[in-house]
């Protein structure tokens, strides 16, 4: 996780602590960086917490440490953003920095939001990934979870227009009551729930999904991106 451990936003389904961020540290690219080379990873997920407090929502920062990692390293790198507040040239300068996959994750469905990240804007978080997928060589990704009352039908449009926003990847999971103070879980969805998303996913037209009861956005990150180019090499074949 990039840029500290305190968010400036308030969602009510994370864990992660909301305040006053301190500024990035400027080495922490370089940092990283040589951590992956000692670590002698091959798939790397770049998160961060939210910084609005930031006038680029801290994408200079993603992309730097991007950058750091390409100049030492041959892994795979795969970033979760944030909406940067919706900025097109905050998007674009991660973009630019040439991540293999961009993932921003969606949360829930559009009714929720208002209860769910008041903060966040569907209608934003989508234009974001359809930046992303405008570049080819850039694998989109994003995430929702289930269990906060959303119904059967909002989940359906919900993957469609992810769809349609170029999206290849997407994770599905249950949401999990951090605290009593976040919100509470309106329902736990059974298994065989989960491979009925999984399975309408691919009928609506996303490449790879992975739902199940205890996925998340970075879950088996490599192994789902494979998932994605065996996909892409059977549609080749056929």
Same mark, same amino acid.
């Given at each position: 996780?990039?840029?500290?451990?305190?968010?400036?936003?308030?969602?009510?389904?994370?864990?992660?602590?909301?305040?006053?961020?301190?500024?990035?540290?400027?080495?922490?690219?370089?940092?990283?960086?040589?951590?992956?080379?000692?670590?002698?990873?091959?798939?790397?997920? *770049?998160?961060?917490?939210?910084?609005?407090?930031?006038?680029?929502?801290?994408?200079?920062?993603?992309?730097?440490?991007?950058?750091?990692?390409?100049?030492?390293?041959?892994?795979?790198?795969?970033?979760?953003?944030?909406?940067?507040?919706?900025?097109?040239?905050?998007?674009?300068?991660? *973009?630019?920095?040439?991540?293999?996959?961009?993932?921003?994750?969606?949360?829930?469905?559009?009714? *929720?939001?208002?209860?769910?990240?008041?903060?966040?804007?569907?209608?934003?978080?989508?234009?974001?990934?359809?930046?992303?997928?405008?570049?080819?060589?850039?694998?989109?990704?994003?995430?929702?979870?289930?269990? *906060?009352?959303?119904?059967?039908?909002?989940?359906?449009?919900?993957?469609?227009?992810?769809?349609?926003?170029?999206?290849?990847?997407?994770?599905?999971?249950?949401?999990?009551?951090?605290?009593?103070?976040?919100?509470?879980?309106?329902?736990?969805?059974?298994?065989?729930?989960?491979?009925?998303?999984?399975?309408?996913?691919?009928?609506?037209?996303?490449?790879?999904?992975?739902?199940?009861?205890?996925?998340?956005?970075?879950?088996?990150?490599?192994?789902?991106?494979?998932?994605?180019?065996?996909?892409?090499?059977?549609?080749?074949?056929?």
């Amino acid at each position: 996780m990039l840029m500290g451990r305190i968010c400036t936003r308030y969602c009510r389904f994370c864990a992660v602590e909301g305040g006053t961020p301190a500024q990035p540290e400027v080495d922490e690219p370089r940092r990283i960086a040589e951590a992956i080379t000692r670590m002698k990873l091959r798939h790397v997920v *770049l998160t961060s917490v939210t910084r609005d407090d930031l006038p680029d929502g801290g994408a200079a920062h993603f992309a730097e440490t991007i950058y750091a990692i390409r100049r030492r390293s041959d892994a795979f790198v795969e970033v979760l953003t944030p909406d940067f507040g919706g900025q097109k040239e905050a998007v674009a300068a991660v *973009l630019d920095a040439a991540p293999d996959i961009f993932n921003h994750n969606v949360e829930t469905v559009p009714r *929720l939001y208002p209860t769910v990240r008041p903060e966040a804007d569907y209608e934003r978080s989508l234009d974001v990934l359809k930046q992303g997928s405008k570049r080819r060589k850039i694998k989109t990704k994003s995430g929702f979870m289930v269990g *906060l009352g959303e119904t059967d039908d909002e989940i359906r449009v919900l993957m469609q227009d992810l769809h349609k926003s170029g999206v290849n990847i997407i994770t599905i999971g249950q949401y999990l009551q951090p605290s009593e103070e976040h919100l509470p879980v309106k329902r736990f969805v059974p298994p065989e729930e989960f491979d009925i998303l999984k399975q309408r996913g691919r009928e609506i037209g996303i490449a790879a999904v992975a739902a199940g009861p205890f996925v998340r956005s970075s879950y088996n990150a490599e192994a789902v991106y494979r998932e994605l180019l065996s996909e892409r090499n059977a549609c080749n074949t056929k």
